[in-house]
């Protein structure tokens, strides 16, 4: 069966400070991989998605940037935090095609900036 | 501009009642819609996954609807439980790429 892992599961960071959050998942062969980030009061919304390694499609313009260096790792990064950047931040996975599949979200990561 | 609605924001029952969660989109071109339940500070569990060919489907004690030309979906619980008590939130597919459009969520309590 297929299992997602997000770590860290919390995290206190100071603003400015960098950011490096992981997911990766097993039993499956080239998913498609999300990253949503649910804050308070303004729902789950989605940052990046990918297709395959080296594939990173931007949906929001902000301070955060997603890599994915293997089929099923995908990362999260920022150089500088901002306060705004709080928040819980659910990776995904899918199997292609996009169309008609459902998404599976892994247990999130908790980041606080301070 | 997609949006997705929940109404009612929260709700609180007794055990044992059936009720419904609704939930509304603005534009009627989706490629499917997802139920999830998520429990406090926890990720997102998938309940139901419904085609945007498909009226219905069933899973248990859930049962979800799609009206699509109307832009509504419903998520029916039977015989609620303490243990349903979660958001649950109602997601869409607007078209083919991997994004989904959420509403806020529905709470739901279910008291003992």
């Known amino acids: 069966s297929q299992t997602i892992h997000q770590w860290p599961a919390t995290l206190v960071q100071p603003v400015g400070s960098p950011l490096s959050l992981e997911c990766t998942v097993e039993g499956t062969s080239n998913p498609n991989l999300y990253w949503y980030r649910q804050a308070a009061g303004r729902g789950l919304q989605l940052l990046f998605y990918s297709v395959g390694i080296g594939q990173i499609s931007s949906e929001v313009p902000q301070n955060l940037s997603a890599s994915r260096p293997q089929d099923r790792q995908f990362i999260l990064s920022s150089k500088k935090l901002l306060l705004s950047d709080s928040g819980f931040y659910l990776c995904?996975?899918?199997?292609?095609?996009?169309?008609?599949?459902?998404?599976?979200f892994g247990p999130g990561t908790r980041l606080t900036v301070l | 501009k997609q949006e997705v609605t929940q109404i009612p924001a929260a709700l609180s029952v007794p055990e044992g009642e059936n009720l419904v969660l609704n939930c509304s989109f603005t534009d009627s071109a989706i490629y499917n819609l997802q139920w999830f339940r998520q429990d406090p500070g926890k990720g997102l569990t998938s309940l139901l996954l419904?085609?945007?060919?498909?009226r219905e489907q069933t899973s248990g004690r859930l049962n979800a609807s799609l009206d699509k030309s109307s832009g509504r979906s419903t998520l029916y619980i039977a015989a609620s439980q303490p243990g349903d008590s979660a958001t649950y939130l109602c997601?869409?597919?607007?078209?083919?790429?991997?994004?989904?459009?959420f509403g806020q969520g529905t709470t739901l309590q279910v008291k003992p």
């Open positions: 419904i085609q945007s060919s498909q």
């Open positions: 997601a869409v597919r607007p078209g083919n790429t991997g994004k989904l459009i």
């Open positions: 995904a996975w899918s199997v292609p095609p996009f169309s008609g599949l459902e998404q599976f």
